[in-house]
């Protein structure tokens, strides 16, 4: 089968991930800046990253005919430091015309606090002033509803922001309906962990059906497969899902919505 991974974060997977990617089918990949498992210590280390994401990390997956795509920004835990965000916003017009870049993410929230919402909203003007894509973290857990709920207002709140060019990620059954109802897309993430399984990705997809959702893995660094959308697909063909049906949701639905920038090309 094909599919698209539109959210993984491949600097910290190896090359047999890309193999075992592309063996099963995987037509593009797509990587938000994210945090590192670590704080760093300053712009420059965020400098380095985007050269990382924008140069590097391309031509690593080029050698397995994967053509890899990425977003920028500071993360959400990183920008409690309001002084460090501000110098990394100020870089990040640099790399935007780097012909990989798709827009800014993962922006978003992590303890909802009032630096992260400070930031978020800085990055929602960057967006709108440079005619971005926005790719949205949702907080984990306990935080998820209240931080989805400040996210949508966030957004909703700056005229310029068109909800059908804004994906929020990691969804789950009790955000996803706000998050379509608002008219943003919807990621459903298939983190062992902390986000959904298979099993929970497909009941959401049955009840809310596939208009403007898209899976992923967010594979890291962390317990996590670079082959959950795959899987995924499986689990849709065992309850009975069409191939078309599959094919939209883990191929065509994720295309459709980063052509929205012109640089994401298929072969």
Not at 5 to 32: N, Q
Not at 209 to 234: E, M
Not at 245 to 263: E, V
Request: proline share 6%.
């Amino acid at each position: 089968m094909r599919y698209i991974e539109p959210h993984g974060h491949m600097v910290s997977r190896t090359t047999d991930d890309y193999e075992k990617m592309v063996l099963a089918g995987c037509a593009a990949v797509c990587e938000p800046a994210f945090w590192a498992g670590f704080d760093r210590s300053g712009v420059e280390g965020f400098y380095d990253y985007f050269c990382q994401l924008t140069d590097y990390e391309p031509k690593r997956a080029a050698r397995f005919g994967l053509p890899h795509y990425c977003w920028l920004c500071i993360n959400p835990k990183e920008s409690e430091d309001v002084l460090l965000a501000a110098g990394v916003l100020e870089i990040i017009p640099q790399f935007m015309d780097r012909p990989n870049v798709l827009g800014i993410g993962e922006i978003g929230l992590n303890k909802n606090t009032r630096n992260e919402i400070q930031i978020l909203e800085r990055h929602i003007d960057l967006a709108a002033r440079h005619d971005q894509l926005i790719l949205v973290h949702t907080p984990h857990l306990e935080d998820k509803f209240k931080g989805t709920r400040l996210i949508l207002d966030a957004l909703q709140a700056d005229k310029r922001i068109n909800p059908g060019r804004v994906i929020i990620d990691h969804c789950e059954e009790h955000t996803i309906e706000m998050v379509l109802d608002a008219g943003f897309w919807a990621g459903i993430t298939l983190y062992p962990e902390s986000k959904t399984t298979p099993a929970r990705a497909v009941d959401m997809y049955e009840l809310y059906g596939q208009q403007n959702i898209w899976l992923n893995s967010a594979c890291d660094w962390g317990k996590s497969d670079p082959l959950a959308v795959p899987k995924t697909a499986l689990e849709m063909r065992r309850r009975g899902h069409s191939t078309e049906t599959i094919d939209k949701l883990i191929f065509q639905n994720p295309a459709r919505f980063m052509s929205q920038n012109p640089r994401f090309q298929l072969k």
